[in-house]
Each structure stands twice: as C-alpha cells, then as structure tokens.
C-alpha cells in the first residue's frame, strides 16, 4: 500500500446501491465500500503527514518513517494493506487529524505522532525488511500495531524515547532503564523466546502467561479464528486489547484480558459465527463475520463477575471500518446479533463517505425508538440502518417468517426461544418502519438518502406483511407504544401539537433505564407486577396496579406510561389514540382507578 497507487473516479453502480438500500448487500458490494473506505484512508493519511512535516519531535520524522513503511509494502503489500486498513489505524489517523486541529486531546503530540513509527516498524516486521527508528515508550511499552505489545523490564516510568531496529523479522528495542543504564529487548515477534538484558549483560527467558507490568516480555495480538463456512478457508478476527487507538476516539492504555476471557470470547465467537452461518442470497441481517476486522473487549478482562445473557453496551466509528467495541455478554446468540448490528453501522458509515444522504443541522430532536433520548438526523438514520439488519437477523431465527407454525413444531422446549425471536423480529421491524417514516418526512433527504430510506422502508414493509405468532406480536406492539409513550412523558415539554422538528424538550431530562424491551420478550407464567401482567396480555389487571403505584407519585413515567398503554388497551378509539399521540398532555389528575 503506497501513497503513488492511483484509482479511477468511485463510481457506485447502481444495482450496488440497490443491493445495501434493502438492508443487505453482497459480498461484491461490500468489497465496493472497502475500496472507498482504503482511498479514504490513503487522503486523510497524506493530509495528516503535512501536517506532521513541521511537528518538533525527539522522534524520527514522519517522512522518514512513512519511507520506512512504503519500503515495506514494495516487497510484500497484502500483510502492510491489513495494517494500514485495520480499524485502530483509522481510529488514530482521525485522532491525529483532531489533535492538530484542537479539538481532541491527549499525550503531548509527539508522542501520539510517534505512532506512525509503530506502523512502520510493525510493516518492517511483516515484510522483512530492515530498518531503524526512534519511537515513542509508555513506562518501557511499545505497542506494535496488528502484532502485538513489547515491554521493557526495568523501564523509565512515563514517556521516554527508545531506539528500534528490524531485520529478517527480528525486532529489537532499547530504552532508558529504571535505574541506570539502558535496557534491551530482541524478539522475534510471536516467538515463546526472548533474549533481553541490560546493557552489560544478555540472557535468555520464556515470558509468564500471565506477565506483570515490569517483566521484560512479548505479548502478542489475539485473535479469534473459525472454519470457514461451506468449507471455505478459516478466517481470524483480531481480538483488540492492546492497540492504544482501539477506542472510538480517546487513547487508551493496553488491558489485557486473562486468558480464561480470551477462551470465553473464542467460545462465543464460535457459536455465533456458526448462528450466522445461513446460506443462501445476501439480505439484512445475514453477514459475512469474515468481513469483521475487529472485536475490541470493553469493561472487563476476567469472566468474573458473570456477565449478563444480552449486550450492555457496543459501539463503532466511521473512521475504524469493520471495528466494533463489545461488552462481552454470556449469550452466544446476543453476540452474534451485535455483530450484526455494528456491521451494519460500519456499511453506512461507508456510504456516508461516498455520498451525501441528509442534511443534518445535528440538533437532537427526533424520536428513535431504541434510544432513551433525543437524536439528530444523522443518529437517526444509523439506527434504521442497523436496526433494519437486525430485524432481519431475528426473522432469520425460527419463527421470524414462518409465524405460528414454527411454535408447534419447536415442541415445549424449544417455544420459549422461537417466540422470542418473534418478538424481536415483530418489534424492531415496527421500529424500524416508524424511524424511517420519520425520515422520509423530514425533507432533508438527498436524491441519494431517500433512495436509500425507501429501499429500507420497502424491505420493512415487505416484513410487516409476514405472519408472526399472535402471543409475540401484542407484545412486541405494546413494548413499541411503551417505549415511546415514556420517552415522551420523560424528554418532552407539554405543548400545542406541531412537527417533530418543533419539539420542544425537557431541562431536567436524564437517561432512564429502558427494562420493557428485553421484559417483554418472553410472556410471563405467574404475573406479579403490572408490566408483567400488560406482558401477559392482562391490561385490566395491569391498569390497576399501574393506578396503585400512581398513588404516591402521580406522574411518576414509567408508571404512567403502562397506565396510558394498558388504558388504550382496553378501551381503543379516539382518546386512546390522543393519549398515546401526545401521552405528556394528560393531567395526572385525570386517572382513575
């Protein structure tokens, strides 16, 4: 990969375009938004490199490590393409252009420019090539981007300048010492063995599985690894803990999982790539995992305390293509939704970078019905986009096209799981539709975005039309119409009626806890509470109670929300609908038991 490759005008062909405005897309398609995605990356590298000619540095100039890097890719480019176009490389080329315009912020930069020296180092190492460089140390650390993390023993704390040479695929590193003297590091990286001493003396040691923040070792990079479906070649999966620009924006030291983590992730890994693998044509919600660059772990490196069944929290960024950030959870099955999920959002990001499809003034206003606050425009049309793949995702499992008779046929034991993935596969399709008529609505498409948006809304419609078991989709209708109906009464300000884009919200608005949608998934056997009897399909008994716990704090939300909802329920028409339209116009007063 070389800064002088040139390539033609980016053309999309049309059936292209049509191929990711379902949802979907193939795998043709999707090497189309790579192609894009690696000239991106190539401009915004050369536009970074300007700016990095005149930084003072105790480092090796840029240029000279760009030089570096480029020798490398001359003699083998596939291993240097991986690295230029991994996730956590776009991540700090974005960081970078932020830091030298102010609005991010960091070590001193130097020292984050010094990563580029990493880079090269790490292609010297891939290619076999020979060079020699001065690059940047944390406290003796000295991460290899796409190989892995060397630490000095005895190590100055702090940021410090090491000197690194390769040659054949051998690296060594030298730094200042703790004490006195320097200390050295030669590895063949991925190699058990390490020949590492001070500067009088050399020995030879095997690193510690588990090695403590001074020992003089390699720790190399994880990767998750599965066969191939249909007897394709296995493909590998970095498992990022180490990369300090593995994070959406901010640096971030190495957190090394244990190795009873890393096991639990390739367990889990396994079965959802084997969850995912469906043949058949490409559509929403069925991926390639082979097409994911990177899992970065967040939020713990031991599997104690156990995780919980669903995903608490993931992420992904425009710049890290193919990257995603994941709370490992214990279910199989809610990892490979993720997946799903923030594939989905890296493809649009892609688009986004080939085509304008809105435009977004980026003030949060609109509804999304899987967030608890506000969104802009551009928020909103992610979340159609992904949301879209994963109704498609659920509708793939049983009983998400085939309706009822995929309950019968499951048997007692597996029922609960089919119509669960109903549930899901009715709601988010619901969702979707809803979000995506907003859009249309707005009048800040492009020509492009509402091609996009109604080739979505021309799938969903499609799904809604689907038979889905009866007991799933009252449930999944009436967690839609709590989730907005408390979204309003919690984010928007009682008011005449008008757009959405007329909205006027809340001061005191906080984020609340959204428990309905994942409560609501699986209809209760003995009914307690009142959101378990609505979920029960007993809106009499849930009205109420929900008027019991108004008792003490009438216009208590959550409550009021269920209160609303279960009323509608049972006395549809008019007022109902009014109620549910504007739920932040009712008078508290006005609840009856």
């Not at 076999?128 to 690059?135: F, I, K, S």
């Not at 020995?203 to 090695?211: G, L, M």
């Not at 800040?444 to 039309?465: F, M």
């Amino acid at each position: 990969m070389t800064s002088e490759r040139r390539h033609g005008p980016f053309r999309m062909p049309d059936r292209l375009f049509a191929e990711l405005a379902t949802g979907g897309g193939s795998a043709e398609a999707f090497a189309f938004l790579e192609r894009g995605e690696r000239a991106r990356r190539l401009l915004l590298l050369r536009t970074l490199l300007d700016h990095l000619g005149t930084l003072p540095t105790p480092l090796t100039p840029a240029a000279e490590a760009w030089r570096a890097l480029k020798e490398a890719a001359d003699k083998s480019s596939e291993p240097v393409e991986r690295l230029l176009l991994a996730p956590a490389t776009g991540g700090w080329i974005s960081h970078m252009l932020r830091r030298v315009h102010g609005t991010a912020t960091g070590p001193p930069l130097w020292a984050e420019a010094g990563h580029l020296c990493a880079l090269a180092l790490s292609a010297s190492v891939l290619a076999g090539t020979r060079t020699a460089l001065d690059v940047p140390l944390t406290s003796g650390r000295l991460p290899l981007p796409g190989l892995g993390m060397l630490q000095l023993p005895d190590a100055t704390e702090g940021l410090a300048v090491g000197r690194a040479t390769t040659t054949g695929g051998e690296l060594t590193v030298t730094g200042p010492g703790n004490a006195t003297g320097t200390v050295r590091v030669t590895c063949r990286p991925g190699a058990v063995v390490l020949r590492e001493g001070a500067a009088d003396a050399d020995r030879t040691v095997a690193p510690a599985a588990s090695p403590g923040p001074d020992a003089g070792v390699w720790l190399p990079l994880r990767t998750l690894t599965h066969a191939g479906p249909d007897g394709r070649a296995p493909f590998t999966v970095v498992l990022e803990d180490l990369d300090p620009y593995r994070d959406l924006d901010d640096h971030l030291p190495p957190t090394r999982l244990d190795e009873d983590e890393a096991r639990e992730w390739q367990r889990l890994f396994g079965e959802a790539v084997r969850i995912l693998a469906r043949p058949g044509i490409p559509g929403p919600g069925r991926v390639d995992p082979a097409r994911i660059r990177a899992i970065v772990p967040f939020g713990r490196t031991a599997v104690s305390p156990p995780p919980p069944p669903f995903v608490q929290v993931s992420a992904s960024s425009g710049d890290s293509f193919g990257g995603m950030l994941i709370v490992r959870p214990a279910s199989a099955l809610a990892l490979a939704e993720t997946l799903v999920h923030e594939l989905q959002h890296s493809k649009l990001a892609a688009l986004l970078h080939l085509f304008s499809l809105l435009e977004d003034d980026r003030v949060e206003r609109y509804y999304a019905p899987w967030r608890t606050d506000p969104r802009h425009l551009t928020g909103l049309l992610h979340g159609v986009y992904a949301f879209t793949g994963v109704a498609g995702f659920w509708r793939d499992r049983p009983a998400g096209a085939e309706g009822a008779e995929a309950v019968e046929r499951a048997g007692a034991e597996g029922a609960e799981a089919v119509e669960r993935a109903a549930y899901f596969f009715a709601l988010r399709r619901l969702q979707s539709r809803l979000a995506a008529r907003t859009l249309l609505t707005s009048g800040r498409l492009t020509v492009q975005g509402r091609a996009l948006v109604s080739g979505l809304a021309r799938t969903l419609d499609g799904w809604l039309r689907e038979p889905v078991p009866p007991a799933a989709l009252t449930r999944a209708r009436t967690a839609a119409a709590l989730h907005r109906t408390e979204w309003r009464l919690r984010n928007v300000v009682p008011a005449s009626a008008g757009a959405p884009s007329d909205l006027r919200f809340r001061p005191d608005r906080t984020s609340w806890p959204d428990v309905r949608t994942q409560s609501f998934a699986t209809r209760p056997t003995v009914p307690r509470t009142a959101d378990e009897h609505l979920a029960a399909g007993n809106p009499a008994a849930a009205l109420a109670r929900y008027a019991d716990d108004l008792a003490a704090d009438p216009a208590e939300p959550h409550a009021l929300a269920g209160w609303i909802v279960a009323r509608a329920t049972l006395d549809p028409g008019r007022t109902a609908r009014r109620m549910l339209a504007r739920p932040e116009l009712l008078q508290p007063q006005l609840i009856r038991r």
